[in-house]
Each structure stands twice: as C-alpha cells, then as structure tokens.
C-alpha cells in the first residue's frame, strides 16, 4: 500500500462511465496521486465534505447534478472555492467551452482521454495552485500588511495586518472600522490615491515613495501583473511610540500581558511571532487573545484595535 504522506496529491475523480474511471484511476495511481472517485455531481459534493482533494476531474455530461452544476456549486462555497477544477468534456461546441470557464474551471481534458496529457495538466495546475498558496500562508502569517486596489480606488483583496492597519486608519479619521470587497478606499487615503494616478499619467512610473497619509501612517505603491490593479503597501513606522500600556490596561481592565498581546496585533503581528517575542506558545497567546476579545466585547483582531483607538 503506498504511503499516504508520500503521495503527490489528491485527485478526486467524478465521472458516470465505469471505463473513465477505471482508465484515470489506474494512471494516477501509478502517478503516485491518492484518487477518489463519484459517479456524479451530488455524490462529488458530499464526499468533499469529509475529504478535500488538491484537484478534480469532473465531467460535464452527468445524470442528475451536471457537472456545470457542481463546479458553480464548489466555488460558492468558501470552503471548495479554491480547489482547481478541470472539466472532462467530449463537447466541442464554444458555448460549452465559454460557460465551463464562467462556473470557474481552470481547464479543459477533451474525450477520449489521453493518460500522458492528464497527468501533464494536473502536474502544472497543482504546481501553479501550490505556489499561490505558499504566498498566501507568507502574506497571512508574515504580519505583511498590504491590499490591492482597481483603477477606481475600489479594495479587492487586503492580508490581516492590512485589515489591522485599515481598521486603525478608518477609527482615526471617524469612520467606520468595517471594510467590504469592492469598497473604496476610506478619506484620504483615496485622494491620496487618485492624485497618485494624475501623477502616473504624466511621469509613467510604476511606483511611488512612501507617503505619510495621516501621521503615524504610511503607504507606498507597487506595480501589480494586473493593468488596471495596484499594490498598496501600508506601514506604521511610529506606531511603537504611540501605545501607553499603563493607560490601555486601565482603561480596557487587560492584564499586562493582555495589553502586550494587543500592542503588538495592532502591530500586525501573527500569534506565532507574538510568542516568540513574548517567549510564549502560539496556543497561550490565543488563550489571551480570547479573553481580550471578551473583555472588548469583540471577535476580530481588527475590531479589538479600533475600538483601542475609539477610546483614545
């Protein structure tokens, strides 16, 4: 039996025709991949609710839930979203083609199905989805506090320092700490930003210098892939001389290490980090962590510095 800690991925394979399955789940196999395997869309659902794949095969001619069906119904789902999907077709019409894409598949396996170019799509989409992800642990876990930003100034994406960072930039300026995708950018970090791109249009640069947007505040721009999309990069270079943690304990009645655990997430700084700073385990300063979120009455990290900055 192989080794389940050694395998290259899991494949889940949903298909209705006995021979599909055989043939896929025999290649893979001896690709060295775990399958799975559903003989239609509502059987694929339920048991990815128990085992996740890193990849599936679906068909799109299916009894029942069609395989259209299933893929829109994995990406509405925040738990699935992010599992690549490539469709397994014998059609050839460019409609089908077009609505497979709109569901969000990534790919496309034309019937019959050809064992060496299935492995060499699966081998390149969970290379491309393992690096995205690798960079999205780093952005999360790094204390990296960033957002991207369309043409317009509206937020489409923000890591959980950047969102730390926004929530004590939005309590300064009276506004609401609260941020949905596709919001603009809050005050004046939104006029910064337009005459930024007034600027661009006559210069051609890419990026900018630092700029301090309010005091205590600052925020520079890098070039994104994208042509109508923008990194904001966001830091707080005065932000270690502004925290009276005698004050903030009297005030929020935290313990003096509650009050150095809050500091220091206003800071960006992930669980990990904290303890190692502190020479604590991650798991005590979640401990803590949950306790300030009582006592605040919160239940984000975002929330607990607002409401630190509401009350002065």
Same mark, same amino acid.
């Given at each position: 039996m192989m080794d389940s800690s050694a395998h290259n991925g899991t494949v889940l394979i949903v298909d209705d025709t006995p021979g599909n399955l055989a043939l896929l789940s025999d290649t893979l196999s001896e690709a060295n991949y775990r399958v799975l395997v559903a003989i239609d869309g509502s059987a694929a659902l339920e048991q990815i609710q128990y085992v996740k794949p890193d990849i599936i095969l679906l068909d799109v001619m299916m009894p029942g839930i069609d395989g259209f069906e299933t893929c829109g119904r994995l990406k509405a789902d925040p738990a699935t979203a992010a599992i690549p999907v490539l469709f397994m077709t014998? &059609?050839?019409? &460019? *409609? *089908?083609l077009l609505r497979?894409?709109?569901?969000?598949? &990534? *790919?496309y396996i034309v019937k019959p199905i050809r064992p060496a170019e299935v492995l060499a799509r699966i081998e390149v989409h969970l290379s491309q989805t393992r690096n995205l992800r690798r960079a999205e642990q780093l952005l999360t876990e790094g204390g990296f506090a960033a957002m991207s930003v369309d043409s317009g100034g509206?937020?489409?994406?923000?890591t959980p320092a950047g969102e730390a960072w926004l929530a004590d930039f939005n309590a300064r300026q009276d506004l609401q700490a609260a941020w949905r995708l596709k919001d603009p950018l809050p005050g004046k970090l939104l006029y910064w930003f337009q005459e930024w791109q007034q600027q661009n249009r006559r210069s051609g640069a890419d990026e900018s210098a630092e700029h301090a947007v309010l005091p205590g505040f600052a925020v520079s721009i890098s070039a994104c892939g994208h042509p109508d999309e923008y990194l904001l990069l966001l830091r707080r270079p005065d932000g270690n001389a502004e925290w009276d943690l005698q004050t903030l304990r009297g005030k929020l009645k935290l313990t003096p290490r509650e009050a150095e655990i809050l500091m220091w997430i206003a800071r960006g700084k992930t669980n990990k980090e904290i303890g190692i700073i502190l020479d604590s385990s991650p798991r005590t300063v979640n401990k803590h962590l949950e306790h300030i979120f009582e006592k605040l009455g919160v239940s984000t990290r975002a929330a607990a510095v607002a409401m630190v900055l509401e009350r002065g």
């Open positions: 014998g &059609l050839s019409e &460019l *409609d *089908d497979g894409f709109g569901e969000g598949a &990534l *790919d509206r937020m489409n994406w923000l």
